[in-house]
């Protein structure tokens, strides 16, 4: 079965397929190869544990240069930035649910145990520091708050 290869993957298309995934939407990968759709939904279900190129691979049974090369091939992106991609949507998710979290905790949390790397991602992928973010959310309840409060006045 071949592949429809998503032509110049860039960040925003990366962002748009895994935010499909993220939401249970998995006919994005419909017509992908079934390896693919294997090793796909098990990184979907399992993207908070450590997981490696191999895990996956065993998983959709197929070696892992193979399952790199459906990567490359169908989706134009490697394994680690669908993986990344999904674990910073769940960070992010963690923070809006809960502002008052530790960073370290969300880190932990979401798959990544190095909490250098998970900063450094948490930038490339949303151009901003985790801490930031969790400001910027914070700041958001706080407005919506005051906002109710003033319509609570009036009424």
Not at 78 to 93: D, P
Request: hydrophobic share 40%; aromatic share 10%.
């Amino acid at each position: 079965m071949d592949c429809q290869r998503i032509e110049n993957t860039t960040q925003a298309n990366l962002g748009i397929i895994s935010e499909q995934l993220f939401i249970g939407n998995m006919q994005v990968i419909a017509n992908y190869p079934p390896a693919l759709q294997r090793a796909i939904y098990y990184i979907c279900n399992h993207y908070t544990d450590p997981v490696a190129l191999s895990d996956v691979a065993d998983q959709a049974f197929i070696s892992s240069s193979h399952l790199s090369y459906l990567f490359r091939q169908c989706l134009n992106l490697r394994f680690k930035n669908l993986l990344s991609e999904l674990r910073i949507r769940h960070a992010m998710m963690l923070i809006e649910k809960n502002p008052a979290a530790m960073i370290t905790e969300v880190s932990l949390y979401s798959g990544f145990f190095d909490l250098s790397h998970f900063e450094k991602m948490f930038r490339r992928y949303t151009a901003m520091a985790p801490r930031t973010y969790r400001n910027n959310v914070r700041l958001r309840l706080t407005a919506n708050k005051n906002e109710v409060a003033k319509e609570l006045e009036v009424i």
